[in-house]
Structures are given as structure tokens and as C-alpha cells.
């Protein structure tokens, strides 16, 4: 048989666009080039470089290495491979590699052949085309496939697999009647086993065709990043290297698109790194071509096991040739003869890989999160893996609303889930929950009760808990809680895990996004059993000194004038602390008890956090010169810092009779040598020996951080924020502030009255801009609005936009997509609302807003004058 080695793929061709835009200033004109593929063009850049047509009548040496080995292929394969000329032949112009019955005794119940073209036959980059027809029968396992020759990144799959074609149990019929036809393409890499990685796809032949009935061509081209898959031609998947994202800081906070990727240790650093660029594929490999029978894949499926009677007579993986091509374009990275088609990066052709999502750096800001507490969280549904249950809400005697999960025949786990498939409230978004600045004194907790224990008396109940896509995940029996208590049928039991033991486990507290109660899986059948009061949270970091009583662990202290300070009744504020200073010099205020080792630990707020306390003088020191002071001290007075009590009140001394607030930035005294970590005493005092006749109370004493939960901005509310600005981009006009009557009152009015090419909204003044990260999970950018003139243009479309300092990064949407698809009605006010997450998603710097925008369409928003009100970055 003579063969026409030919080729089919596409030219690359550079194509110069000019574009042209008009501003306020004149014409500017930008020309930019952009390298695209011409696919109605053939390519001829596509030269063969290694082939084999076996031709002879024997495997030719030079090209192949034979493989002779009972090792069972890592896969518990039933073969042993042998260089025997029943299980390797050449002939007519194909090789022929078949699977046969072994005889009685031997080591493996079957022999085949398995051969490798490593040191022979290596490559990095270009297409890879084979012709063949494929076994049948339960137990085949033909493949052809690569490995790399070097293992520069380490044992597999570390280096990577390249499988250009495989298929298993090919013209089997299960019992239902379907026949079994697929071809898979799939890459392996990641981990080391059992946490490796693969993504791939299978194909089914048009028009009910069986690879087994006769010759096809599957091909893979393979350029730097990426790797497209075929089969007669058609490209029916692809896959690509992860690409990172990030924001305008250059901190990493996520995957733009998840690909495969590559966990080893970096060579300068030392340190076990992944990397997301093409390695491991940006090695050489070699070629593998082998008929395996059985093993732990084609064994699992369809009809199960070996069809013996399938290899009775033999079967036979035929191959026509293996031709090897390189991109003469570009031989380095492979890229510029790519054989494409319209969509092969589409949902149904480009695959998602396994690639662990990287953490978006911490906000190092404490927050908690109620996943549920008896009402319903939209981006954190309740949720059955795999059992086809519908959680449902019940009615509970003593906790009211909460989640009732079953579990039947078929094995699940259940629990609240943050990921996008799964939420179905159209108010709902992916919400990943950033737990890492709570780790050391946060905790998972939840109550749950039993309502029917498992059938299986040896079933387990067990916590566990997933981050960034189930990347990372910790798996603990509910036993081992701080409770230490196992599940009791009728009862209610609260479990607590606290996020170092989870973190200790495994998990990366960054990113938590899925939350599991459950019996061990595959033991659950009959089990039923309500959850509420689902939290990550953390103890709030606050000292309360004196609120609407003393505190018996900081008791009121009088230093050295031997008074006894006293809860006395205010008739402004109830019940306060009250101290007196006779004719004995003292210092006086707050103090825990002498040798009970009781101090607090401020460091955790030291950067936001403050010592706050009303004051007011009832009788002034008989001194009139008596400076009134503030002091801290800390581990036993190891450190201390003392200043006027008016630096606390914007230099403002106290006034008799009048309560007033005094306010000392922890921060400040942490500046002026006070060690935060071990305060234990705070004292309010006329300077010493100055105070005789002095009475004054104390009220509302506290170390806390005010910051905390309070991470909302309010651009516009009847008046715009200081730090921001009405804003008229391009036409020149000022926005002003009007007044719409009830109930909005106050309200920011623009118009487009003469110069059409304009953007209006809010702008935040130089060098602000909002950090919105605290508030991903259920934060939106809302607004009200209404059109008071619409655009003479009938075509003029309403828009939405929001930037980042600079223009870095910018999201435009329908200003419809924020109102459940309506748009805006003349003389209607209606209520604008984007979710936090959506904007993240389609590419917003969140951490640094400073420009809102809402507009017609540029160009035609003549003569439409509106009003905006409540502008707000909040939680929902």
C-alpha cells in the first residue's frame, strides 16, 4: 500500500486594522496590529519531521523501543507486554499489536505489546498524527499517548501525560442497549498520586460509527499553552495553560481561565511552588503505543471485568502510521500553524482543568459569616451532593426554622456549598469566605440533632470542610469537636472547630466554600437530622472596662488615696463609675485584681483599634492648675505611655458637668513605646499630687476596634461624600444637588444638554479611592434613579459603570442587568443593584473603586437629564 503523506491545517496571516476615535479635543487616531488565523487559507508551515509508515515487515529499531514487562502498567493491567512476533507484527503496511490469551500458568492471564519511541523519538511542541482502528470488546484498553523524557518537574504526573488518544471496551452493550463508542483525549499533571490531576474529554464519531469498525486519524497539535485534539480533522476539544489574574496592585486573586498546572520545587527559592504557566508541557516527550487488557478503568465500566470471549481469538490494535510535524513558524513555542475553527474555545470544546485556584490576598480584616441561622443565605445554599434529596426548612420546637437532610440507597454528603452550579436564588452569588484573619481565634460551628440515626450501626458521622474549588479540605469525625461529643438521637448538640485545627488538617482558610455534615459515606442510608446556627466566626477582640456595670475583672482602682471608687447613678447616663481624690496623691481607674494575671491582648487590633471612655467632671481639682492625664501600662509596667487626657478629645480639656468622649488611637500609644499584647492597667487622673477635691465620673470604658463590620460606603445620600465628587467626564456641565420632594428629598441631578459624548457619575477625589474586598461575599454597588428626560435619541441605551483607580481595570453592563432585566421608565424612580461578585468576575479591581458612572450610551444621550440618590458600596 502506497501512502500520500499530506496535511491539513491553516495559515497564519498578520492583519493591520486601523481604528480612528473622536474626542472632545479633536482627532486621535490609534493604529494597532492583531495576529489572527486565517482559516480560509491552508497552511504550510506543518513539516514532517519523524514518521514511521511501517512499510517492512519488521518494527524498526531506530525509531522504537519494545517493552517487556508483567508490571501491569500502574493500572493492575492483566497483561504482561513481550517482544514476541504473536504480539507485534508488521505487515501490508500497518502494525498490528495484539492481545492474546497466555498460556496455561503463566504470570498474567494475557500478553500484549507496548512500545516507546523514548531517545528514538522525542518532541516538544507540533502535531502528532496516528491512523488507526481500535479493539472491541470488554477488557480492550488501546492507547496512544506521551511521556516526558526527562522528568524535569519529577515522578509522574508531576513531568506530565500527553494522551493523544485512548478507549476502552469499545462494542459492548449494556443492558439497556447502549454500545459503547468513545474516544478520550486527556492531559495528567499536578500532584504527586493519590492527589494527581487530569482533564480531558470524550468523542463520539458522527452518524453512530464505532472506532473499532474501522480506520480513523486522531491528532493533537501541541504549541506552548495549549493543546487541541482531533479526530478526522475535526477539532472537538481544547485545552490550555491556567492564566492568573490580577489586580491593579499585581496581587494574584484568582484563575481568568483554569487550565492544567504544576506543583514542584523551585530551584531559586527552595520552596514547593505551583506554577500555572505551560510547564509541565514545556518539555519533550515521547511516544507510547500499547493494547493493555483490563486494569482499574476498563475493568469499572460498562459490562465490568474481562469478556474472555473477546480475546479468544486475539484482538488487534492496528495502526497505519504515526507522522510527527513541527510549526516552521515558530519551531521554539509551536504557535503559528494552528488548525482551528470557528468556537473551539466555546464552553462545549475548551476544557476546565483542575488547576488549584489561588487565594485572593487577605484583607486582613476579621469577619464573620452566618451561613445559616434560620433564614436561608442565597450564596450559600443548603445542599445535597449526590443523593437527589431536597434539603428542606422545617420548623423546629426549640430552634425554630432550620434544615432538615436525609440520606437514602444512594451514598451522599450534605451540607452548604458557595460555588456558582449550585446556587439557584437569582440573588445568590459565589461567595468563597476568607477566614485567614480569624484563623488563630476563629472556629466552624453549627447545632445539629439526629432525628433517625443510619440503618448501618457502624456508620460514622463526620465533619468536613473544602476551599477554592475543593483545592484544599480537611475531613474530621464530629467527635473530635472541642465539644467532644458524639451525635445523640432527639438532641441538640453544638459542634465548634476551631479554624488552626481545620488549617492544621489541611484546609486553606482563604478561600472556604464548602461546609459537609454527613455519616460516612456509603454508611448513611436512613439518616435524617436538622442543622442550624451554621458560623464561621470569631470572639470579638473588645475589652469592656465599665459599661452598665463594672466589670468584676477590671474592677474600679484607686492607687494610693485608700478611697473606694463606686457605681453611682447618673441622671443622664445610669450607672457609671465614680471616683474621688482626697488629700493623698493617688492615680485611679481601671485595674484586674491583684496576682490574677489578667491582662488583654490588643494586638490584634493595635492598627485600627482604640481605648474610648466618656468622662465628666463633677468637681474640679481645688488646683487650678491640675493637668488631667491618661495612662496605660502593660505587662506589669514594663512598657507605659502617659499623656493629657485633652489629647484624646481633639485638645480639648475637660468641662465641668459635661460628659465628654475621649478617644486614643491604639496605634498612637503603640508609637510611643506601649506593648499592646499585655495591657493591664488603664488609669484617668489629675497629674499626680494635683487632684485633691477632684470627683469624676467614668462611662462607656472600652478597648475595641470601631472599624470592625464597618466597611460600608455611602457615596450620595442627600449630600455627597466629602471624599467624592459629582462628576461630568467630558461635556462640561456641573451636576447639581436638587430636591425631588418625598421621599427622596435631596437628590444629584445630571444632565446632557449640549455635548453628547459624555460619561456622568461619581468620582472620588485624587488619591481616594474604596476598598470593597470586605464585602465581596454579599456586597452589591446599589443606587436609586429616575429619568426625568429621557434621550431624543430612541436608540440611546442606559449604562452602568464602574473603574478602578487609573482606568486599570473597568466593568460596563445594561443598567437593566441590575434591575431584573428592566430598564429605566421616564418619571419612575427604581432601585439599581450589583452584586460585588459579578463585577469581581467580569474583571473589577474591588480593593480599588473610584469611579461610578451611569450614562446613555456615548453619543447619544442629548438632551436626557436624571437623578441619582442613596449611592451606596454595601452588604446586601
Not at 482627532?27 to 509508515?53: A, G, H, M, R
Not at 515487515?57 to 508483567?70: A, G, P, Q
Not at 474549588?469 to 480537611?474: D, I, L, N, R, V
Not at 484586674?592 to 493595635?606: K, T, W
Request: with cysteine; proline share 6%.
Amino acid at each position: 500500500m502506497t501512502k500520500n503523506i499530506t496535511t491539513k491545517a491553516l495559515t497564519a496571516s498578520l492583519i493591520a486594522l486601523g481604528l480612528s476615535a473622536c474626542g472632545g479635543g479633536g482627532d486621535v487616531k490609534t493604529n494597532s496590529d492583531f495576529t489572527s488565523i486565517d482559516t480560509t487559507q491552508p497552511v504550510t508551515d506543518w513539516q514532517l519531521v519523524w514518521s514511521d509508515e511501517f512499510s517492512g515487515t519488521s518494527l524498526d529499531s531506530r525509531k522504537w523501543n519494545i517493552e517487556v514487562n508483567c508490571l501491569g502498567g500502574g493500572n493492575q493491567e492483566q497483561q504482561c507486554y513481550t517482544d514476541s512476533g504473536d504480539n507485534l507484527v508488521v505487515s501490508n503496511d500497518t502494525l498490528k499489536i495484539i492481545a492474546l490469551p497466555a498460556e496455561e500458568g503463566a504470570e498474567k492471564p494475557y500478553t500484549s505489546a507496548r512500545i516507546n519511541s523514548k531517545m528514538k523519538g522525542d518532541f516538544k511542541y507540533g502535531r502528532i498524527e496516528v491512523r488507526a482502528k481500535m479493539p472491541e470488546g470488554q477488557g480492550t484498553w488501546p492507547a496512544v499517548w506521551m511521556m516526558p523524557t526527562d522528568e524535569v518537574y519529577g515522578g509522574w504526573p508531576k513531568s506530565g501525560e500527553i494522551d493523544i488518544v485512548e478507549a476502552v471496551n469499545l462494542k459492548t452493550v449494556d443492558g439497556e442497549g447502549n454500545v459503547e463508542s468513545k474516544v478520550y483525549g486527556t492531559l495528567h499533571y499536578g500532584r504527586d498520586a493519590p492527589n494527581n490531576s487530569s482533564s480531558g474529554k470524550a468523542y463520539t464519531l458522527p452518524g453512530d460509527a464505532n472506532p473499532a469498525d474501522g480506520f480513523h486519524t486522531y491528532t493533537i497539535e501541541w504549541q506552548e499553552g495549549e493543546f487541541r485534539w482531533y479526530v478526522d480533522g475535526y477539532l472537538y476539544q481544547t485545552q490550555m495553560q491556567s492564566t492568573v489574574r490580577q489586580n491593579s496592585k499585581g496581587e494574584v486573586i484568582g484563575l481568568r481561565h483554569r487550565g492544567w498546572f504544576a506543583e514542584y520545587f523551585d530551584a531559586q527559592t527552595g520552596e514547593l511552588e505551583v506554577k500555572y504557566g505551560p510547564e509541565p508541557f514545556d518539555e519533550r516527550f515521547h511516544l507510547i503505543m500499547n493494547l493493555a487488557v483490563g486494569g482499574s478503568w476498563p475493568e469499572n465500566v460498562n459490562n465490568l471485568g474481562i469478556d474472555a470471549d473477546a480475546f479468544v481469538n486475539g484482538q488487534t490494535f492496528e495502526i497505519d502510521y504515526v507522522r510527527v510535524y513541527e510549526c516552521a513558524a515558530n519551531p521554539n513555542t509551536g504557535r503559528g500553524c494552528e488548525t482551528i475553527r470557528a468556537g473551539y474555545k466555546d464552553e462545549e470544546t475548551l476544557v476546565i482543568g483542575e488547576a488549584p485556584i489561588p487565594s485572593p490576598p487577605s484583607t486582613g480584616i476579621p469577619q464573620d459569616l452566618t451561613i445559616f441561622a434560620g433564614t436561608p443565605n442565597p450564596n450559600w445554599p443548603a445542599w445535597d451532593c449526590c443523593g437527589g434529596s431536597t434539603p428542606a426548612l422545617v420548623d423546629d420546637v426549640e430552634k425554630g426554622q432550620v434544615y432538615q437532610f436525609s440520606v437514602g440507597a444512594t451514598p451522599t454528603v450534605n451540607g452548604f456549598i458557595s460555588r456558582e452550579v449550585f446556587i439557584t436564588d437569582p440573588n445568590g452569588t459565589p461567595s468563597p469566605f476568607d477566614a485567614s484573619p480569624i484563623l488563630e481565634t476563629g472556629s466552624v460551628s453549627f447545632d445539629m440533632k439526629v432525628v433517625s440515626a443510619p440503618i448501618n450501626p457502624d456508620s460514622t458521622w463526620l465533619f468536613k470542610i473544602e476551599s477554592n474549588e475543593g483545592s484544599t479540605f480537611a475531613e474530621l469525625p464530629l467527635a473530635s469537636s472541642n465539644e467532644g461529643v458524639s451525635p445523640v438521637v432527639g438532641e441538640w448538640q453544638t459542634y465548634t472547630f476551631p479554624l488552626q485545627v481545620l488549617s492544621d488538617a489541611g484546609l486553606d482558610v482563604s478561600g472556604i466554600d464548602v461546609v459537609m455534615i454527613f455519616p460516612a459515606w456509603g454508611t448513611g442510608e436512613g439518616a435524617e437530622y436538622q442543622v442550624t446556627n451554621v458560623e464561621i466566626s470569631s470572639p470579638a477582640v473588645e475589652l469592656v472596662l465599665f459599661g452598665d456595670a463594672s466589670n468584676p475583672d477590671w474592677p474600679m482602682w484607686d492607687c494610693c488615696g485608700g478611697t473606694t471608687p463606686a457605681e453611682v447613678v447618673d441622671e443622664e447616663r445610669g450607672t457609671v463609675a465614680e471616683f474621688s481624690i482626697g488629700a493623698t496623691p493617688t492615680v485611679m481607674g481601671f485595674r484586674p485584681p491583684e496576682g490574677s494575671g489578667i491582662q488583654f491582648d490588643a494586638s490584634s487590633i493595635a492598627v485600627d483599634g482604640v481605648v474610648q471612655f466618656d468622662m465628666k467632671v463633677v468637681s474640679a481639682p481645688a488646683n487650678p492648675d491640675a493637668v488631667w492625664k491618661f495612662k496605660i501600662e502593660s505587662d506589669g509596667a514594663t512598657t507605659a505611655v502617659e499623656v493629657d487626657l485633652a489629647t484624646g478629645n481633639g485638645d480639648q480639656a475637660p468641662v465641668t458637668g459635661e460628659w465628654q468622649t475621649y478617644t486614643f488611637s491604639l496605634q498612637s500609644l503603640v508609637d510611643l513605646g506601649l506593648d499592646p499584647s499585655a495591657i493591664d492597667v488603664v488609669m484617668i487622673f489629675p497629674a499626680w499630687g494635683t487632684g485633691e477635691g477632684a470627683v469624676y465620673r467614668v462611662d462607656e470604658a472600652r478597648i475595641y476596634d470601631p472599624s470592625a463590620g464597618a466597611s460600608d460606603l455611602t457615596i450620595f445620600q442627600n449630600v455627597v461624600n466629602s471624599d467624592w465628587s459629582l462628576w461630568d467626564c467630558c461635556a462640561g456641565s456641573t451636576p447639581s444637588i436638587v430636591d425631588a420632594g418625598a421621599p427622596y428629598g435631596s437628590v444629584a441631578q445630571f444632565e446632557i444638554l449640549g455635548w453628547p459624548e459624555t460619561v456622568l457619575g461619581f468620582l472620588a477625589n485624587e488619591g481616594v479611592s474604596f476598598d470593597a474586598t470586605p464585602l465581596l461575599a454579599n456586597g452589591a454597588v446599589s443606587f436609586d434613579m429616575r429619568v426625568v428626560n429621557a434621550p431624543t435619541n430612541p436608540d440611546a441605551q442606559w449604562l452602568f459603570k464602574i473603574e478602578s483607580t487609573g482606568a486599570a481595570t473597568a466593568v460596563e453592563l445594561p443598567l437593566a442587568s441590575g434591575n431584573f432585566g428592566t430598564a429605566p421608565v421616564t418619571g419612575e424612580w427604581a432601585r439599581y443593584t450589583f452584586s460585588l461578585q459579578d463585577l469581581f468576575d467580569a474583571g473589577l479591581d474591588i480593593s480599588d473603586i473610584n469611579v461610578i458612572m451611569v450614562f446613555p450610551t456615548w453619543g447619544t444621550g442629548g438632551g436626557s437629564v436624571y437623578q441619582i440618590d442613596n449611592v451606596t458600596i454595601s452588604n446586601f
